[in-house]
């Protein structure tokens, strides 16, 4: 993959510091808490002030308790308010891309109701966003099918996907369901990697996962999508990168 396509989440402490040495740019993690966004603390303010001086960002939306799909209308119209307070923050940091939860519960919502509702969430909030890619992200769903539906219903390419990879590996231990469903849609990609078993967000060669045939994989089926590591500890994982040349 090349560079500028290429992010590293704010989770980690030397994200800012090994983007810009390396030449990548930031996922702003900060409003993944909510409450950041009504009144941000000196410190999380100090933390994006720095993510600045890196040119090209990502945000990530908040998700606790939030649901595009909620049975609730009013728990869908606070995912809509936060959501729009998210959009607001992406331009004012200069991100032209969103990731977005997809807010799927296993045995609270299912496939009969979470595509169709969540498809009608997204597409009257798109009438209300403009100049942003929402990418919606893959994270306690065992296979693909849901949210294939959702962006084959939204039929919209302002609404893609954001494919966890670490993610899908702990939630069903064969991503290739996932390829084959997904790539058409997949716009983003959160790279970590774990043991199978739970959601570790280990170094990219940390885990059991083999990620480069999966970064290799992913470049040849979505080849204009970007990528965030979203890891713990950046430089690691973008000098194995760099190693594995799969980084130029």
């Known amino acids: 993959m090349k560079k500028e396509r290429l992010f590293l989440s704010t989770i980690a402490d030397d994200a800012v510091q090994t983007a810009r040495e390396f ?21 999380v303010q100090a933390s994006l002030d720095a993510a600045l001086e890196v040119p090209r ?8 308790e939030l649901c595009p799909a909620a049975i609730d209308p ?27 939860h997809s807010g799927f519960i296993p045995l609270v919502y299912y496939p009969e109701w979470f595509a169709p509702q969540s498809a009608a969430f997204w597409r ?9 890619t929402l990418c919606v992200e893959n994270v306690m769903e065992t296979s693909p099918d849901a949210l294939r539906q959702v962006a084959e219903q939204v039929n919209d390419p302002r609404l893609r996907i954001c494919f966890d990879v670490g993610h899908a590996f702990c939630q069903s231990g064969d991503l290739a369901p996932w390829l ?7 716009s983003h990609v959160h790279l970590h990697n774990n043991h199978g078993t739970f959601d570790e967000h280990l170094g ?22 970007t990528y965030t590591l979203e890891v ?4 690691a994982s973008v ?5 594995e040349g799969l980084l130029s």
Not at 77 to 97: C, D, H, M, N, S
Not at 181 to 186: D, E, K, V
Not at 232 to 235: F, L, T, V, Y
């Open 239 to 243: 000098e194995w990168l760099l190693k």
């Open 57 to 64: 960002r990502v945000l990530h939306a908040p998700f606790a």
């Open 23 to 43: 030449g990548l740019g930031v996922e702003l993690a900060q409003f993944c808490l909510a409450e950041n966004m009504d009144k941000t603390p000196p410190d």
């Open 232 to 235: 713990r500890s950046a430089r």
């Open 124 to 132: 009257e909030f798109l009438n209300d966003v403009d100049g942003l």
């Open 204 to 225: 990219l060669p940390d885990g059991t996962l083999d990620m480069a045939a999966v970064i290799r994989q992913l470049e040849a089926l979505a080849p204009q999508a």
């Open 180 to 186: 084959d469903a997904l790539a058409p849609y997949i």
């Open 74 to 100: 009013l728990v869908r119209e606070v995912t809509r308010r936060r959501y729009l307070q998210a959009a607001a923050l992406a331009k004012r940091y200069g991100a032209e891309k969103m990731v977005v």
